[in-house]
């Protein structure tokens, strides 16, 4: 039989424990040569907070997990019958492989991923607060975005009037 990758729909937040624990039911039952690989695709992700540049993996698919293996009765009753798991994506009752191409650009973004450069989450028209330098404390909108250079054009209203100041983006913090 061929192996095929599968999304599996966990509970969010216990990606990681169904992983193991669909590991562990696999290799108790003998499953282990018919589910290969398990896979909770992850990235770098560049926060600032109080100041502080700090870089964490975020998952890229919140609630999901990616299994490679044999589908037949037996591993679809230990997946399905997982903790933390609430099915497999399907069409109708049938799980559906993930086509070869997605899982292609999937697996080589994943491998790339640990050299990637961190990602921020900036954009034109977000709220942020000045933390730190002559602006602290002020509130502004992102009117331009430059990552090459981590700097920010944010309008902040100074004497009435919105005026454009250039900060570096340890310099503030977005508004939620």
Known sequence: MERHWYAVHTYSGHENKVKTN????????????KISRILIPTEEELRVRAGKRTSIRRKVFPGYV????????????????????TGFVTSGNKPVPL?????????????????????VRWAKG???RVISG????????????NLDKEKLRVMIELFGRDTPVELEITQVEKLE
């Open 126 to 128: 977000d709220s942020v």
């Open 22 to 33: 669909i590991e562990r039911r696999a290799l108790s039952l003998g499953l282990s040569d």
């Open 99 to 119: 086509q070869a191409i997605e899982v292609a650009n999937l697996l080589r973004s994943v491998e790339e991923g640990i050299s990637q450069k961190p990602k």
């Open 66 to 85: 990616l299994i490679e293996m044999e589908l037949d009765e037996n591993t679809y009753y230990v997946v399905k019958n997982t903790t933390g798991v």
């Open 134 to 145: 002559p602006f602290a404390e002020f509130t502004g909108t992102i009117d331009e975005v």
